[in-house]
């Protein structure tokens, strides 16, 4: 059974710095994997998508990593801004045709 | 373009009693997809639809139900609400495959607490 993992669950940066969030998974059979957003009281919005045959994707400020043969991602933010405050959610593609199986997420917060 | 839509966005129910989350969305999109998410948890899949007409189970179906008569509506019922129930509601959806190809496009969820 597919399981992710994120660490670490809580994160705090002082704004300017770059920072790396973590996702692991136990089975490499993925189709993809995607790294959405979370802000309180409101829904994911998703932020990038690696198809399993890509290695990386980028997208503004962000930039995420997919190593599938040792089951881990990496999400890169580079110049935290306050703005960047949320809880990141790595997900992965790959069991039945509907499901994404999520990790609990990681809640970065960016301090002024 | 409002996207995905849920009503209603807080709800308190009773053990027992029983009532529909609402989800609609404009974007003409054939996968539709319900989540739970408890608190400090992942989110689950209770049910998805793959187009009007077509519904499957996730991996926590129990206690729910759903219909697709249209492309736009995608509800979740909830019969007998259990405390278990307790949790934050998600809707979604993609076009035009699944999540092993496609972003999904969430709703802002709805609160229920079952008490």
């Known amino acids: 059974k597919q399981e992710v993992t994120q660490i670490p669950a809580a994160l705090s940066v002082p704004e300017g710095e770059n920072l790396v969030l973590n996702c692991s998974f136990t089975d490499s059979a993925i189709y993809n994997l995607q790294w959405f957003r979370q802000d309180p009281g409101k829904g994911l919005t998703s932020l990038l998508l690696i198809q399993s045959s890509q290695r990386e994707q980028t997208s503004g400020r962000l930039n995420a990593s997919l190593d599938k043969s040792s089951g881990r991602s990496t999400l890169y933010i580079a110049a935290s801004q306050p703005g960047d405050s949320a809880t990141y959610l790595c997900?992965?593609?790959?069991?039945?045709?509907?499901?994404?199986?999520f990790g609990k997420g990681t809640k970065l917060s960016v301090k002024p | 373009n409002a996207g995905v839509t849920q009503t209603p966005k807080f709800r308190i129910l009773k053990i027992g009693q029983s009532m529909t989350l609402q989800c609609t969305q404009d974007m003409n999109h054939n996968y539709m997809y319900w989540y739970r998410q408890d608190p400090g948890m992942g989110l689950k899949l209770i049910y998805y639809s793959v187009g009007a007409g077509i519904t499957d189970k996730g991996e926590v179906p129990n206690g729910y139900n759903v219909s697709r008569s249209t492309t736009e509506d995608f509800p979740l019922r909830l019969e007998l609400a259990a405390p278990s129930q307790t949790s934050v509601y998600f809707c979604?959806?993609?076009?035009?495959?699944?999540?092993?190809?496609?972003?999904?496009?969430f709703g802002s969820g709805t609160q229920l607490s079952v008490l």
């Open positions: 979604a959806s993609s076009y035009p495959a699944g999540p092993n190809d496609e972003k999904l496009f």
């Open positions: 997900a992965v593609g790959g069991g039945s045709q509907g499901n994404l199986i």
